[in-house]
């Protein structure tokens, strides 16, 4: 279907939009209410609640301002809500995790920016989509959404606040405050494991702190928790905690490489793994993901101690090389009072002469040292820092750790910064099961890469689901990938060892045909598809000229009607012009018949150059069961024949899928015109059926008069 090109606009000509009525809402979780908003209780599980509507926007500042009532919560200060701005499916513009607080006005707003090459004014498709996360803590109702110019300034909260997303472990008991507590009878178990929904970060530095409280332990050294942090891939991150380092705030760091971010288009979500590893009580009371570098400043490092300092102690575990802790005091500080105490554990620390001078020149006065190991009660304290080498043990987990206590005084430290001088090393990753490096025997792992369109993204997803995840890694290519996104692309062409391609016309368009290696195996699918039912789509036949003018790519119909853009011209009156629409009274019509005669043709020319019988299955089954939701989305049924057509060809074995994640695309269902269905013998659809719009359950008639009262 042809698109009217889309013309550039500035945010201050953009004018405000409501855009809850064209956000997708989960297919199990969550009411649409009559007045249009929607509404989710406590109980239900947690999800991507709302997610859309694929707007393209100008360049510039934006505000998506949301209403929100909470008439039920775990706790006021317990986040519930998260909302996300991500641009082509896996660029994160912008997010915030709301509480009850932070809504205490019963609205809540994301500020983002556009800049001009994911706009409008690029003449690609780069669409904004706004995902709102339900954390299964709260009964609330959204009432409004809308993206209002923004006023230039876009402050970020640069935290994931994971708690509340956190699955508790089998014995596990969640207090009334939201705590995870396992008491001290189990000598091991599972903590928490989560978060739902599942996280994904774009590539970088993170901190993940935690308050995790132990009573009742054994020795303090002696390890009574165990966290890893992974992807489906690799490890990123396991680290064992006695006693004495979980006391206030924990702290330690891990890299998202661009092979496991967000942005690399592929399903590596981030886990969690709290497991309790010796007797004692544990409570976990916190737990939070940021960035350790400022967005577009990987220069400024903030692991965020100094605001911990001001709740209690915090222990730092240190990535191996040179660091610096240095921190200015906000106000002055009398000579005999201790700001600050720094505990460097003696385990694998050097202190030799050269340390001991450089940290009497960094700072200006050193008090006793504390017996055990190697501590500094600081009095006064410059901008010139502690410089000292955390080193790295060969089994992957580091040693060292960092513990500073705020003293009884007066002193605050806003500026208090922990940084890496040099090129920092994290800690070694552990080896994962299967290498994902390409060549050489280490690698286990086979690389998919599948390209197509909306129907091959639901497959790769079957793919996911259906193959070993220790043998096999696949990501999703679009066909028309836009240029911001072949660096990545490139990467997986690399590394891929088939290539799923769908027959659609623009594979020939795809921009990295050109450099896909002649050695690489390449299996062909069909795109299924089916004119009959829909014989007014714009896809299959003349469109609505007037909403491609009005709305461009952004429509709110994404299925044009070209039979009520003719009679939009001749019937001026809304409702004579649904009797006409509903009775066909209109001269020229095409003939329904002679239609499904191609289309049978078509189907069955698709099978014998397949070799298969998936449209011969189509002829016989659409009339009897409701197997397509649109003319280019088939049902979950004939996408798990297509999975296993991909596993015979690709000798990928049987593969299987449940059919709830097969059958993805029927959030958005066109209805079939009654006299159409009588027409072909299409038993299940007539006046009365009902067809899911964005979570909305409309019928033919509704529907149809919806699209009449929005283009007029």
């Known amino acids: 279907m042809s698109r009217a090109p889309t013309p550039t606009t500035s945010t201050s000509q953009w004018p405000e ?17 009559e007045a249009g908003g929607v509404g989710v209780r406590r109980d239900e599980p947690a999800c991507v609640l709302l997610y859309g509507p694929y707007w393209q926007l100008p360049a510039g500042s934006h505000r998506l301002r949301f209403d929100c009532r909470v008439d039920e919560a775990r706790g006021e200060s317990e986040a519930f809500l998260g909302v996300e701005v991500i641009a082509q499916n896996r660029l994160l513009r912008a997010r915030r995790d709301f509480s009850v607080e932070d809504l205490a006005q019963g609205a809540g707003w994301v500020d983002f920016s556009v800049p001009f090459e994911l706009s409008e004014a690029t003449g690609e498709t780069k669409t904004f989509e706004f995902r709102f996360l339900h954390f299964g803590v709260a009964t609330f109702d959204i009432a409004s959404v809308r993206l209002t110019p923004g006023s230039g300034a876009v402050p970020q909260e640069e935290r994931w606040r994971l708690l509340p997303r956190m699955h508790a472990g089998p014995a596990v008991v969640r207090n009334a405050a939201g705590h995870l507590v396992l008491e001290e009878r189990r000598r091991r178990g599972c903590l928490t494991v989560g978060p739902t929904p599942l996280l994904y970060l774009p590539a970088g530095p993170y901190v993940v702190a935690f308050e995790c409280a132990a009573k009742d332990a054994g020795a303090a050294l002696a390890p009574i928790l165990r966290v890893t942090v ?10 064992r905690f006695g006693a004495d380092a979980l006391r206030g705030v924990t702290m330690f760091q891990i890299e998202v490489s661009p092979d496991e971010a967000l942005e690399s288009g592929r399903d590596e979500p981030i886990s969690l793994l709290f497991e309790k590893a010796a007797a004692g009580r544990l409570t976990l009371s916190s737990l939070e ?19 911990a300092l001001r709740g209690g102690p915090v222990t730092v575990v240190l990535p191996a090389g040179r660091h ?18 720094v505990d460097l554990p003696q385990r694998g620390f050097p202190f030799g002469r050269g340390f001991a001078t450089g940290v009497t020149r960094a700072w200006r006065r050193l008090t006793a040292r504390l017996g055990g190991g190697y501590a500094r009660i600081f009095r006064r ?28 005084c007066d002193a605050r430290f806003e500026n208090l910064s922990l940084v890496a001088l040099g090129a920092p090393r994290l800690a070694q990753r552990p080896a994962p099961a299967a290498a994902s490096l390409r060549g050489g025997a280490a690698r286990t792992r086979r690389s998919i890469v599948i390209v197509g369109n909306c129907q091959a993204e639901v497959l790769c997803r079957g793919l996911d689901l259906a193959l070993d995840a220790d043998k096999y890694r696949t990501v999703y290519h679009f066909a028309k990938m836009e240029p911001n996104l072949l660096d990545y692309a490139r990467r997986d062409l690399d590394a891929c060892d088939i290539l799923l391609a769908q027959d659609i016309r623009d594979f020939e368009l795809y921009p990295l045909r050109a450099e896909i290696p002649a050695k690489l195996r390449i299996v062909q699918f069909p795109c299924l598809w089916l004119a009959s039912p829909w014989p007014f789509d714009g896809y299959n036949g003349p469109t609505d000229s007037l909403a491609l003018e009005r709305e461009g790519v952004n429509l709110a119909f994404p ?25 066909l009274a209109v001269d020229g019509l095409i003939d329904f018949a002679r239609l499904h005669r191609f289309e049978e043709r078509r189907l069955l020319a698709m099978d014998r150059q ?25 049902g979950g049924e004939l996408l798990a024949m297509l999975l296993a057509f991909l596993g015979e060809r690709a000798e990928l074995g049987e593969l299987q899928a449940p059919l709830d994640a097969l059958d993805k695309l029927g959030n958005l269902q066109v209805p079939v015109h009654p006299k159409v269905a009588r027409a072909l013998d299409i038993a299940w659809a007539g006046e009365e059926t009902r067809y899911s719009v964005r979570g909305s359950s409309l019928t033919f008639e509704q529907y149809a008069r919806r699209y009449i009262a929005h283009y007029g």
Not at 385 to 391: E, H, I, Y
Not at 611 to 617: K, L, Q, R, S, Y
């Open 17 to 33: 939009r409501e855009a809850l009525p064209l956000l997708f809402k989960h297919e199990a979780v969550g009411t649409r209410r």
């Open 230 to 239: 992974k992807t489906r891939s690799a490890v990123l991150a396991r680290h």
């Open 289 to 307: 993901i940021r960035p350790l570098c400022a967005r577009g400043d990987p220069a400024r490092q903030d692991w965020g101690i100094g605001a």
């Open 324 to 341: 610096r802790l240095s921190a200015d005091a906000a106000k002055p500080i009398a000579s005999q009072e201790t700001p600050l105490e």
């Open 381 to 408: 304290m410059t901008d010139e820092g502690l410089d000292f080498d955390a080193p790295q043990q060969g089994n992957g987990e580091t040693a060292a750790t960092l513990a500073l206590r705020r003293r009884r």
């Open 559 to 583: 299925y044009l009607d070209g039979l009520l853009a003719k009679l939009r011209r001749e019937i001026p009156d809304p409702n004579e012009r649904f009797d006409a629409y509903l009775n």
């Open 610 to 634: 397949y070799e298969t019988d998936i449209g011969a299955f189509v002829l016989d089954r659409f009339r009897k069961a409701r197997i397509w939701h649109t003319t280019n989305h088939p």
